[in-house]
């Protein structure tokens, strides 16, 4: 049975590592982890549905050449991009905090330790 580590591990001791790391850190930042990864579901989302936009704004606006559903459109085009952007903003921020949270707890028990 392949374990869902060992994908991205080369060998047992770098499993054994991050099953520590994650069994010591992963419920103290579990809702960060949920915003992050909500976050994420939101910009796929996002992205498949500006990719869905294309063709309203290929058949409508120059096809038909209709002026109201270009401004529409428009608007559309950038109310996505701006909670893309917003989203993205909020994941990387949300896993740059925990990542560096973890390194300084980490670096405090070398500190304490010595």
Same mark, same amino acid.
């Given at each position: 049975?392949?374990?869902? /580590? !060992?994908?991205?591990?080369? !060998?047992?001791?770098?499993? $054994?590592?991050?099953?520590?790391? *994650?069994?010591?850190? =992963? =419920? =103290?930042?579990?809702?960060?982890?949920?915003?992050?990864? *909500?976050? *994420?579901?939101? /910009?796929?989302?996002?992205?498949?549905? !500006?990719?869905?936009?294309?063709?309203?704004?290929?058949?409508?606006?120059?096809? %038909?050449?209709?002026?109201?559903?270009?401004?529409?459109? $428009?608007?559309?085009?950038?109310?996505?991009?701006?909670?893309?952007?917003?989203?993205?903003?909020?994941? $990387? %921020? $949300?896993?740059?905090?925990?990542?560096?949270? /973890?390194? =300084?707890?980490?670096?405090?028990?070398?500190?304490?330790?010595?």
């Amino acid at each position: 049975m392949i374990r869902p /580590i !060992s994908l991205f591990v080369k !060998s047992r001791d770098e499993e $054994s590592i991050i099953r520590r790391i *994650l069994s010591e850190n =992963a =419920a =103290a930042y579990r809702n960060q982890y949920i915003l992050a990864i *909500l976050c *994420l579901i939101v /910009i796929a989302g996002l992205t498949a549905y !500006s990719a869905a936009l294309m063709k309203p704004i290929v058949d409508d606006v120059f096809m %038909v050449a209709n002026m109201s559903a270009a401004y529409t459109l $428009s608007l559309i085009v950038i109310v996505v991009f701006v909670i893309k952007g917003l989203m993205t903003y909020f994941q $990387s %921020v $949300s896993l740059a905090r925990i990542g560096n949270n /973890i390194v =300084a707890s980490y670096q405090r028990r070398l500190f304490d330790h010595l």
